[in-house]
């Protein structure tokens, strides 16, 4: 069973109006607002100095962040709540003001502005979109996305539960940032990371990996996961936020490919939004179809039996699927 929709008109206006709440964040980020309350800044006229903002502005705008939850305010005087301050202070570990940004950029909302002709035509047509190599989008992607994606990828490298002394050879497709092969090289002395993606991408990867202390064991590939060759010996495939992408033909061609590359007993890690099979919950993962639409011409949130199924025709022997508590993501395990 499925909540009801309350009668009347207040839902309506909420979701109208629900790109005002993330216009607004997205400013308070940019002008660093948590970051200047976090050192002290706490009135309207102090915050506003420190973000270099009108003290009108300043006000409205904090106001609306207190309204929306993300900071207190007594009297005339502002804080941080246990919200923003894990995760809008740029002073914190688990900042992700870098992951908002990225998904406010305009290549990302330049979709849902033509959402309608999108749903006509059964996906997107964006210029310079998400599946652009020289998209410069996927640069801010890679620095925005890491913090957020930072305790997954030590989910999924404890997941793997090879001895920590075993020799590995790992493919990290569609590297981004590195860090799932990264997270996996720290688990593993002895593990090769092999980070797949188009070269001005890499270059956050490798700096990555030397920030982390395993440079000497991440190699590059250079170019897309469809045309560039892979190798052979792998004994995993990090697969991650990949094939949503894509439509499921194309999906299943490139897991034929990656199983070439696998040794027996060789496995793919692969991350993704799942909805259940009724596809409207849980919500997020439901509603990343949504995003794919806008985004892509042919991408999808697709469900683990679509999942299962697309590894079954690729050749594959079997699929388990484990959700991430607390989180929108799921790891699926594919052997071959």
Known sequence: ????????????????????????????????????????????????????????????????????????????????????????????????????????????????????????????EVKEGSLDPESPMWVKFARGMMGMMFPISKIIADTLGFESDKKLKVLDIAAGHGIFG?????????????????????????????????????????GSAFDVEFGTGYDVVLLTNFLHHFDKPTCEQLLKKILTSLNDGGRVITLEFIPNDDRVSPPMEAMFSMTMLAGTPGGDAYTFREIREMFDNSGYSGSEHIPIEGMPQHIVISQK
Request: proline fraction near 2%; charged fraction near 20%.
């Open 1 to 124: 069973m499925h909540q009801t929709t309350p009668v009347g008109p207040e839902r309506i206006f909420q979701t109208l109006n629900a790109h005002q709440q993330s216009a607004a964040l997205n400013s308070a980020i940019e002008l660093e607002i948590f970051t200047k309350i976090a050192e002290g800044n706490k009135t309207p006229a102090e915050i506003a100095a420190a973000c270099s903002a009108s003290e009108r502005g300043t006000r409205i705008l904090c106001d609306s962040m207190t309204v929306l939850g993300f900071i207190e305010k007594d009297g005339d005087s502002y804080s941080l709540n246990d919200l923003s301050a894990q995760f809008l202070d740029k002073s914190s570990p688990a900042y992700l003001g870098g992951t908002a940004l990225f998904l406010m950029s305009d290549k990302l909302m330049e979709g849902f502005r033509d959402l309608t002709n999108a749903v006509r035509n059964g996906g997107a």
């Open 182 to 222: 990264i997270s996996v090289a720290q688990k593993y002395q002895n593990a090769e990371i092999y980070a797949l993606d188009w070269a001005n991408v890499l270059e956050v990867a490798s700096e990555n990996a030397g920030k982390f202390g395993v440079a000497d064991r991440h190699h590059l590939i250079e």
